[in-house]
């Protein structure tokens, strides 16, 4: 039978299966089915498809490759050999006949089309003869052959091929060196490198084992200092079996032993420490933002200060910088020297429920192509690969986290080792194996504990939820999470201590107002001019400061502290910086005579231009800054000379927030599954009209139309109806009919992929479509 002829006969149901497991298929959706059938017969088509395959289902197709058509008990036997144990041939087959890889009757699989092609060397096995001695010159082939097959009839390359069809004497005959060689290629790869490999060599003349082998035919010259084994040595020396060793079934996962409930509780705990983290990198960035580096991305030693702010190895600081920013939280801003600020996003992000953040942070890292894992190695070109590189996307880190993820929800209450998960990965999806895949497995084990979706190596339910995208995350998350408080402990050295989680308003308010001292069981805060300065910069004042200091502090507001804000309080704004290019304001002379007078000042260029008014060529904010480092405390104002107010989250980028790359590994919807699957079958219809045998339309009287047309409408099937267009000329049309009223039927037309109304008095008759 021929694929696009199955491709037909297969049902709706079938059809939105295939499309659903190899969705590239209808990325853009084919005309019709033989559209379908072409475009799965493509070799990049293929190449994806076998990618998806099991060890075993790809050991079946390898198979068929190999013997190029077996029949069913032939291809059971040929498994069987490399098989301890009962061989699920019937799923295997009924899933490659899903993906469309194989076809035909179940007692005879054909491989599609293309897919032979696709599978260089199917099971370490090497090219046929026909194949591998394809380019040799026929003279070579002559000599080949009457070395090993002298009085025989036929071309060279016949009697080659005849002679090695079944070249068990040919082998038995070899040196033991030769054999030992023919024995290292046996179970692949089938090929390797010699020196002067397509020097004619007869077997009188050999003086190496390769070239013994060579002048034999057991070994085809492929290139100047390339050689190969044909299949079918190969097949010999294999006894006859294509697969040394075979499981159907995936290998067990070793590891630890885990209480799931200790697990979910601490991944929850790691969850919310993770939301945390974001939140105080944004916060830090709104008031003291980084550059943005020439080549895009965050400095070394930008990196080294959020790791340090934030307590955290510099591989979990940067996974907590990429994460934000896939997120679309942070971004570049500026237009000439750029800064890393946080969005607008970031706001709306922030007043969320925790869990709902997590969520949301959780799924970014999931489906992003950033691999913050590869920060501070090199590219290629050796050059420094730093956070927010443009460089450090992967397209296949989303695959590879999810399918990471998968392989631990298969052991629920087990932490499984990373030998085993590696194992169990390369059973799954057997041509995907490579360096680049073990390491990004081992990111995905490292970043998922630090992101909470994992506890003591154990995938967690709110990280499960994630994962499946059942949308339950949040609701399996909030019950664990720890309870925020809105209090602090003050005292008497200039610290507060947290005893707990804050609130988000409390942490973002001691954040402005203090500096964390140290992190871990309690959060030590300690105020400073500085801090209290900065407080006093966002706006706030002095009671303002010690009414929320007195309303969240279980103990009371110690005399140091109420001293300290009151000394900053007084001295803050008494000077004042404006635009002349800058100018210094102050009521008190005195305190611009000592300014004046101090040599620091030197660099600002100023000069004086009333008792109570400097300017200074230097930019406003430098002036602030300068000022600020010589003892004064300055505050900036406008042209109208009214204070500027540093809000907190004031500071913002003015592009649009980062996309995030979303892989599509969760499946098509099934709406847009069955639209395709019609699309291509009405495309089949305009292609071949339905007709009877003697190019008839359907006809019949007009009261059988109506009535068959109605139980149509009411059972929700196709019809086949004959159909009169305004020049009389008698056309075939596959409908679903909708309705009938006013004289009109409105349906589905099939054959034309569009809605239409079509007059009841012209249409000639009507048949089911079975």
């Not at 390339?226 to 294509?242: D, I, K, M, Q």
């Not at 045998?693 to 009535?707: E, K, L």
Request: proline content about 8%; some cysteine; glycine content about 8%.
């Amino acid at each position: 039978m021929e694929f696009t002829q199955w491709i037909r006969e297969r049902t709706d149901e079938q059809l939105g299966a295939l499309v659903s497991a190899r969705p590239e298929l209808i990325t853009p959706v084919p005309a019709h089915l033989e559209g379908l059938a072409t475009r799965a017969g493509s070799p990049s088509a293929i190449g994806r498809a076998l990618d998806r395959l099991d060890r075993f289902a790809l050991a079946v197709v390898e198979t068929l490759a190999v013997t190029g058509s077996a029949n069913r008990p032939t291809l059971q036997r040929m498994l069987e050999r490399a098989v301890d144990g009962e061989v699920p041939l019937d799923d295997a087959l009924d899933r490659l006949r899903t993906l469309a890889l194989v076809y035909g009757p179940d007692d005879a699989p054909t491989l599609a089309p293309g897919v032979r092609k696709v599978l260089d060397d199917p099971a370490g096995l090497g090219p046929p003869v026909v194949d591998v001695f394809r380019h040799h010159p026929p003279e070579q082939l002559e000599e080949i052959a009457d070395d090993i097959a002298p009085g025989t009839a036929g071309t060279g390359k016949e009697r080659l091929a005849a002679a090695l069809a079944e070249p068990g004497k040919l082998v038995e005959e070899v040196s033991p060196p030769a054999r030992q060689a023919l024995e290292e290629l046996a179970w692949g790869p089938p090929s390797g490198r010699v020196p002067n490999a397509r020097r004619a060599v007869r077997v009188g003349t050999a003086r190496s084992p390769i070239e013994e082998l060579l002048a034999r035919g057991l070994l085809a010259a492929t290139g100047e200092e390339s050689v190969s084994l044909p299949r079918e040595v190969g097949l010999y020396l294999r006894e006859g079996r294509v697969h040394r060793d075979l499981s159907p079934v995936p290998p067990p996962l070793n590891g630890a032993e885990r209480s799931r409930q200790l697990a979910d509780r601490t991944a929850a705990g790691q969850a919310f420490t993770f939301v945390r983290a974001v939140e105080e990198l944004c916060e830090r960035w709104s008031l003291d933002a980084p550059g943005v580096l020439r080549t895009g991305g965050l400095g070394v030693r930008d990196l080294k200060r959020v790791a340090t702010q934030l307590d955290l190895p510099e591989w979990a600081a940067a996974l907590v910088v990429e994460v934000a920013h896939a997120a679309g939280l942070v971004g570049a801003g500026g237009s000439v020297d750029g800064e890393w600020l946080p969005t607008p996003a970031y706001d709306t992000w922030r007043v969320r429920p925790t869990e709902d953040r997590w969520v949301a942070l959780a799924a970014t890292w999931l489906h992003t192509d950033r691999v913050p894992g590869i920060v501070g190695e090199r590219d290629e070109r050796d050059r420094l690969l730093n956070a927010l590189h443009p460089d450090l996307r992967r397209s296949s880190a989303p695959e590879v986290r999810q399918a990471t993820l998968r392989v631990l929800a298969a052991a629920p209450a087990l932490a499984p080792s990373r030998e085993s998960v590696l194992r169990r990965l390369a059973w799954e999806q057997p041509r995907r194996r490579g360096p680049l895949r073990d390491q990004l497995t081992d990111f995905t084990l490292r970043e998922a504990e630090q992101l909470g979706f994992t506890g003591l190596g154990v995938l967690s339910a709110h990280g499960r939820a994630v994962l499946t995208g059942s949308g339950e995350g949040a609701a399996v998350l909030a019950p664990l999470l720890p309870e925020p408080v809105d209090h602090v402990l003050l005292q008497a050295d200039l610290t507060a201590v947290a005893p707990g989680p804050l609130t988000s308003e409390l942490a973002r308010w001691l954040t402005l107002a203090a500096d964390v001292e140290s992190t871990g069981g309690a959060t030590v805060y300690r105020f400073g001019e500085s801090s209290i300065r900065r407080a006093l910069d966002a706006g706030q004042g002095a009671d303002e400061l010690l009414s929320m200091l007195t309303r969240h502090s279980a103990t009371p507001v110690p005399q140091p502290l109420s001293y300290l804000v009151a000394d900053v309080a007084r001295r803050h704004g008494r000077m004042r910086v404006g635009t002349a290019s800058a100018y210094i304001r102050c009521d008190d002379p005195a305190m611009l005579d000592q300014l004046i007078a101090d040599r620091r000042s030197t660099p600002l260029r100023l000069r004086r231009l009333a008792p109570t008014v400097i300017a200074s060529r230097t930019s406003r904010a430098a002036l602030v800054d300068s000022l600020r480092a010589m003892g004064f405390a300055p505050v900036a104002e406008s042209l109208e000379g009214d204070v500027i107010v540093t809000q907190l989250d004031a500071r913002r980028t003015e592009g649009q927030p980062v996309t995030r790359a979303v892989s599509s590994f969760n499946g098509l919807d099934p709406d847009v599954v069955a639209a395709a699957v019609r699309a291509m079958r009405a495309g089949d219809a305009r292609r071949a009209p339905l007709e009877a045998p003697d190019g008839s339309v359907p006809r019949g009287p007009a009261t059988a139309t109506i009535s068959v047309l109605q139980d149509a409408i009411r059972q929700g099937v196709r019809v086949w109806i004959g159909y009169l267009d305004s020049q009389g000329n008698a056309t075939s049309r596959i409908l679903e009919p909708a309705r009938m009223e006013g004289g009109y039927l409105t349906a589905y037309d099939e054959t034309r992929a569009a809605v239409h109304r079509f007059a009841l008095h012209r249409i000639t008759g009507v048949a089911t479509v079975t």
